[in-house]
Structure formats: structure tokens, C-alpha cells
């Protein structure tokens, strides 16, 4: 079971671009990396999920290093709505191991 | 695409009543359903697996008999509290998996909005 780390907490202004890292040494060879994001009182939310190199979508980019021991989610120029907690996962197939939450980061945007 | 829906979204009852939770995806099917709860300021711990069609599967230390589920169908499965207590009141998520999502990643599960219950 491919266990993560994260920071507890993060804090930015307005506008800059964040970048939330993700811990995940032990990682099988065919787990997937998958953020969520999540906001007070709601179901979390999906962000983005790569497997190697550079993911990108229209909310964020994933940088996936060689190793795959770590995972690097980057929002660009966030605002307040972005404050949230962000939760990476690892894991290969739903029902497996792509199930555990970590602590998560709790992102706080600074007008 | 890829919606689920939880009824209620929040409910209030008396210490001993039972509550039933129900997890819909929308427009996809799924034979796996998840189910989390969530204290405040804490992360998601997964309580248990619904499989359509057969029994669920509960992490170590979540009680079978007090949390019920059922998976009757590929796009319903429900949760049961029995004999409900103050110590339950918790966000109860729930999260499916598609069976196949054209173009999308079958790894992915997709979050219920979750439904907030308190136990009096």
C-alpha cells in the first residue's frame, strides 16, 4: 500500500502559482497518481491524475519525475476560490489501493 | 458525465433510530461503490467496499452490523446506520467507480457530494 505525505498546510496570495508536493516512495508499477480537491461539507472533487512525465488540464498541471517517488500538483495564478484541501492518492485499480486519504493539504489563498 | 448523488444530504434523528443513506451514480454504471466517513478537520478514512451483487467489504475496526450496505443495482448502493449514536455523527461519502468511461481513466473514483449526519 503505497502510502503519501504531504504538508499539512500552505498558504499563497492571490494570483501566484502554486505548487503542492506529494511524497510517494513506496509506488507499484501500476499505480496511478490522482488528486483530489476538496472543499468544506463536499465530496472531494477531481483534479487531475497522471502516471509519468506532465499531465495537463484546463484546472492544473501534474509533474510525474522519473522515480514516480513523488508528484508535484501545480494551480496556476490561484485565487480565494482555490482554498481547499488538496489529497493526492496513489494506487492501480479501484477496489485496490487507490482508497486511502492521506492528511491532505489545506491550501489557504491570501487576498 | 461521471455525476453521483447521495440522498439525503443531511438529516438530524434520535439516539437508537436507523438511517439510510443512498449513493447514485447518474450516468454511468458502477459495480464498485465506495463509502468514507469524515470527522472535522480530519481526512477521509474509507469504511467499507459495495460490490453489486455481493457482499461488501469493511476495513478493519467498522462495525458490519451497524453499517449495512447493499449494492442492489449498478447505479444504487445504500448505507444503513442501525441503532444510531451520537459518536456516529460524522460526513458520510460516498464514491463510485465507473465500469468502463469512454476516454476517461477507469481508475478515477467520483465523489458523492456527501451527506452530513447528526445523531441527537
Known amino acids: 500500500?503505497?502510502?503519501?505525505?504531504?504538508p499539512i498546510s500552505m498558504d499563497s496570495y492571490e494570483g501566484q502559482e502554486?505548487?503542492?508536493?506529494?511524497?510517494?516512495?513506496?509506488?507499484?508499477?501500476n499505480d496511478y497518481i490522482t488528486w483530489y480537491q476538496q472543499f468544506p461539507s463536499q465530496g472531494p472533487r477531481f483534479i487531475i491524475q497522471g502516471y509519468k512525465t506532465k499531465v495537463t488540464n484546463e484546472?492544473?498541471?501534474?509533474?510525474?519525475?522519473?522515480?514516480?517517488?513523488?508528484?508535484?500538483?501545480?494551480?496556476?495564478?490561484?485565487?480565494?476560490?482555490?482554498?481547499?484541501?488538496?489529497?493526492?492518492?496513489?494506487?492501480?485499480?479501484?477496489?485496490?489501493?487507490?482508497?486511502?486519504f492521506g492528511t491532505g493539504t489545506r491550501l489557504t489563498v491570501i487576498p | 458525465g461521471a455525476v453521483v448523488s447521495q440522498h439525503p444530504s443531511r438529516v438530524i434523528c434520535k439516539s437508537g433510530t436507523s438511517v439510510k443513506i443512498e449513493c447514485r451514480s447518474l450516468d454511468f454504471q458502477a459495480t464498485t461503490m465506495f463509502w468514507y466517513r469524515q470527522?472535522?478537520?480530519?481526512?477521509?478514512?474509507?469504511?467499507?467496499?459495495?460490490?453489486?451483487?455481493?457482499?461488501?467489504?469493511?476495513e478493519q475496526g467498522v462495525e458490519k452490523d451497524k453499517f449495512l450496505i447493499n449494492h442492489a443495482?449498478?447505479?444504487?448502493?445504500?448505507?444503513?446506520?442501525?441503532?444510531?449514536?451520537?459518536?456516529?455523527?460524522?460526513f458520510y461519502i460516498c464514491s463510485a467507480s465507473p465500469s468502463v468511461l469512454a476516454g476517461g481513466f477507469t481508475d478515477t473514483q467520483y465523489f458523492g457530494p456527501g451527506t452530513r449526519l447528526t445523531v441527537l
Do not use: W
Not at chain 1, 500500500?1 to 504531504?6: D, E, G, M, S
Not at chain 2, 443495482?73 to 460524522?90: G, I, Y
Open chain 2, 73 to 90: 443495482s449498478l447505479t444504487l448502493s445504500t448505507l444503513t446506520v442501525t441503532s444510531a449514536h451520537p459518536e456516529d455523527s460524522s
Open chain 1, 18 to 29: 502554486v505548487n503542492i508536493t506529494c511524497s510517494h516512495n513506496n509506488i507499484a508499477t
Open chain 1, 59 to 100: 484546472v492544473a498541471s501534474l509533474f510525474i519525475p522519473a522515480d514516480r517517488k513523488s508528484s508535484t500538483l501545480s494551480l496556476p495564478r490561484v485565487s480565494l476560490s482555490d482554498t481547499a484541501v488538496y489529497y493526492c492518492l496513489v494506487g492501480d485499480l479501484p477496489g485496490a489501493n487507490n482508497l486511502f
Open chain 1, 1 to 6: 500500500l503505497a502510502k503519501t505525505t504531504q
Open chain 2, 39 to 58: 470527522f472535522p478537520k480530519q481526512s477521509l478514512m474509507l469504511m467499507a467496499t459495495s460490490n453489486e451483487g455481493s457482499k461488501a467489504t469493511y
